[in-house]
């Protein structure tokens, strides 16, 4: 069974940075493409990053553009995502996705595995 498993979510203040990280079981990651998505209480989830399987081509949501790095080791079968100037704004679960093509990922309905989320509380 395919697993994709988070971790390194947290509360950290505005300005501060995080990392997180994506291990894949039972999955050969490095033919796939892996992102990240998230959701913030009562809205969608909404597509963050995305790296493509040899990490030569990275995808990013406008409003983490700059902030935010999406990086992967196939050799640990992991996807990271370094956030940066958290702002209160990217508060919320932050989901790991993998999917058979890069110009699937993006869209939820691309998306192939799911984890379960980390969630991360950026405070003011």
């Known amino acids: 069974q395919v697993q994709l498993v988070e971790s390194g979510g947290g509360f950290v203040q505005a300005g501060g940075s995080l990392r997180l990280s994506c291990v894949a079981s039972q999955l050969t990651a490095h033919t796939y493409a892996m992102g990240w998505f998230r959701q913030a209480a009562g809205t969608e989830r909404e597509f963050v990053a995305a790296v493509n399987w040899d990490s030569s081509g990275t995808y990013y949501a406008d409003s983490v553009k700059g902030r935010f790095v999406v990086s992967r080791d196939n050799a640990k079968n992991s996807v990271y995502l370094r956030l940066n100037s958290l702002k209160p704004e990217d508060t919320a679960t932050y989901y790991c996705?993998?999917?058979?093509?890069?110009?699937?990922?993006?869209?939820?309905?691309?998306?192939?595995?799911w984890g379960k989320g980390t969630l991360v509380t950026v405070s003011s």
């Open positions: 996705a993998a999917s058979s093509t890069m110009a699937a990922i993006p869209n939820i309905s691309g998306v192939g595995y």
